[in-house]
């Protein structure tokens, strides 16, 4: 079974400077899919950026990216420029690709508090 | 276009009640998640449909929790009888297929809150 490990329970920033979040994985499977997901106070758990696992080159969204490290099986989040509106749980997710074990669903890590400080 | 309905937002029963879950998923996706998510935890699954069939149902205890999904469309939550350690957010999510659709995403509703007394 794939496994999740988000090693930091909280982290925090100053508006407008740069965090990152780790997240590092278990698995034995080629091909999936890995997720940073953004829940707010409201619950609602919103898509901040994915990653294909066949790609080698890092997916960035805005002020958003990541690091793929694919034989250290570490996926990190990248916040710059860091807004009071970022603050939130953020959770990191692993989805197999097709025909794999876990198709479909999502597994996630603990989850990490982001606290923006003004 | 309407996201991911969930009702009730909020319930609080007691030990050996029952209380039952809602959702209803964006129009025409196919696939529809339960999780169950305990206080500082991340979600865990407890059950996945595709359309009105069962795709993996392996973390739900079914001694106490079901689910259904007529139609392939709204779905229910049951938990009969309700434990102290049932105390969570369960989580509606729905995605186009099993592998998400575009880019694999999976839509999330607010949740509903059990507190078990």
């Known amino acids: 079974a794939q496994t999740v490990t988000q090693s930091q329970p909280e982290m925090s920033v100053q508006e407008a400077e740069t965090v990152t979040l780790s997240c590092t994985y278990d698995t034995s499977e080629s091909d999936y899919y890995l997720f940073w997901y953004k829940q707010p106070p409201s619950r609602q758990m919103i898509l901040v950026i994915r990653?294909?696992?066949?790609?080698?080159q890092n997916a960035t969204e805005n002020r958003f990216s990541v690091n793929f490290q694919k034989a250290a099986k570490s996926f990190s989040l990248k916040i710059s420029d860091s807004q009071l509106g970022d603050a939130a749980m953020y959770f990191c997710?692993?989805?197999?690709?097709?025909?794999?074990?876990?198709?479909?669903?999502?597994?996630f890590g603990q989850g990490t508090i982001l606290t923006v400080h003004p | 276009e309407a996201g991911v309905a969930q009702s009730p937002r909020y319930k609080i029963i007691e030990k050996r009640q029952s209380v039952a879950f809602w959702c209803n998923p964006i129009s025409g996706h196919a696939t529809l998640y339960w999780y169950q998510q305990i206080l500082g935890q991340g979600p865990k699954l407890l059950i996945q449909?595709?359309?009105?069939?069962?795709?993996?149902d392996s973390q739900l205890p079914k001694d106490r929790f079901s689910a259904e999904r007529l139609k392939g469309v709204d779905s229910t939550l049951k938990i009969q009888p309700a434990k102290l350690e049932d105390s969570a957010v369960y989580l509606c999510?729905?995605?186009?297929?099993?592998?998400?659709?575009?880019?694999?995403?999976?839509?999330f509703g607010e949740g509903s809150r059990l507190t078990v007394l």
């Open positions: 990653q294909e696992a066949y790609k080698q």
């Open positions: 999510a729905s995605s186009l297929d099993s592998a998400g659709g575009a880019g694999g995403e999976l839509f």
């Open positions: 449909f595709q359309n009105n069939g069962v795709v993996d």
């Open positions: 997710a692993y989805r197999s690709g097709a025909g794999g074990t876990s198709y479909g669903k999502l597994t």
